[in-house]
């Protein structure tokens, strides 16, 4: 995938160096003689609804500034201007810089995908071509990219709008990968995909934003690539300090909302560690995603079931059907939760997890554990069958049975693992929890 994911990096403006952060792309700036906080945040120029599910972290530091500042003021850009660099220089054509065999590959390819705009290949720039190829694999649930949804809401907000750089700068990092590389990573890009007709690395990517883990997104884009010193100096390190110089003087006039591309964040000589050298507090606002949807689901073989495994966690289970998954926020936690029915149509099962706190972690299992299952038997109507202590996959749990009201029954187990409860439930009549299909739920379970 070395060819394709350059692509990626380039649409997305996502890559990473030497990293070590926080699950968060929400970050505060405060110190070195600021009135104001700021607030720096990494987005993805995307359409995808997912990346507009925002926690409650977040508006209420956006809605605190007088500033947003993204990368570009992109609907300020000029379309005759855009044209203008999107074309090749000179007399040049993509039919010069590949050989006949490739550049039909590329004229096929882009007949089928682009259609009436494939007739421009020829004369633009290579990479303008592979992002319009790569774009249509993606989801356009949203009017617009997220970039240009915080520019817009920005404006109805009656904040000052602005962009860190201009397209002009971004154009000339860009032009510093020769038309020949850019042709050749249009023909290999092109190759992958057609092996991979699905969009598993388009998928794989927005997974990967979506952890807010900035060590995953790093590792998934030098995993298996070494891009040349000239590429990641002209599009990362180059633009990582020039961002970082232009925040710097941004936010000791007034407090900015910044919206750069997530892989600017992090790295040595990313804009996080540049803001930090140059007196700033640079810390974590912890911003969880509303996880709807945002889960790994696959078919296993076991008769049909599905794999579930949340992104971000450290666990799996099968369930016997699609499930329905939400996101709430109790107390000062955020808890996500799956359910699905049982096939039978007497029970459902239902997974719960959210963050704990360390200490309760590390040294009051067993009473978080009692603290839990007393929660769920406060109702009048409900009462303690059993409780009993367990092991699984060598890690210490409790179970427990409940009796509900109109007879039903409710069995669960709880796990503290890495920081996080984990809860599995089945419910539904006598018989139903203690089938073969709940012994199967619980059993599957695993870290």
Known sequence: MLKMKIIYLLIFLLVAVSVHAQNSLLWEISGNGLKSKSYLY?????????????????????????VFAGELLLQDNDPMELMKIMFMPGDTTLKMLLNKHDYKLVEEYSKKHLGSMSGMIDRIKPLFTSTMITETSMKKDEPYSLDEYFQRLAKEKNMTVMGIETMEEQMKA?????????AQLLVEGIKEEQKNADTTEVEKLILVYLSQNLDSIQRYYISDQSLSDEFNKSIIIERNHKMAE??????????????????????????????????YTVKVVTAPFNKNNIVNLTEASEGGWIKYEPVGETFKVLIPSTPTIGH???GSGNVTWAMCPDSS??????????????????????????????KLTKNKNSKLIYKMPI?????????????LMLGQVMRLRIFLYNGKAIQLAV???????SSANSEKFFNSFSF
């Open 42 to 66: 990494g987005t993805i120029h995307i359409q995808d609804k997912r990346v507009f599910q925002f926690s409650d972290s977040l508006m209420p530091r956006f809605n605190a500034c007088s």
């Open 174 to 182: 860009l032009d510093r990968i020769s038309l020949k590389e850019q």
């Open 246 to 279: 232009r925040i710097d003087t941004l936010i000791k006039r007034r407090p900015a909302f910044i919206g750069v591309g997530a892989g600017h964040l992090p790295g040595q000589e990313g804009v996080i560690a540049l803001l930090k050298q140059k007196g």
């Open 328 to 330: 709430d926020s109790v």
């Open 345 to 374: 149509g007497h029970g459902f099962y239902m997974i719960t997890h959210f963050n704990v706190p360390n200490q309760v972690a590390q040294q009051q299992t067993d009473h978080y554990y009692n603290e839990l299952i007393n």
């Open 391 to 403: 092991e699984q996959k060598g890690v210490k749990g409790m179970e427990a049975e409940i009796k």
């Open 427 to 433: 419910a539904g009549s006598k018989d139903a929890v």
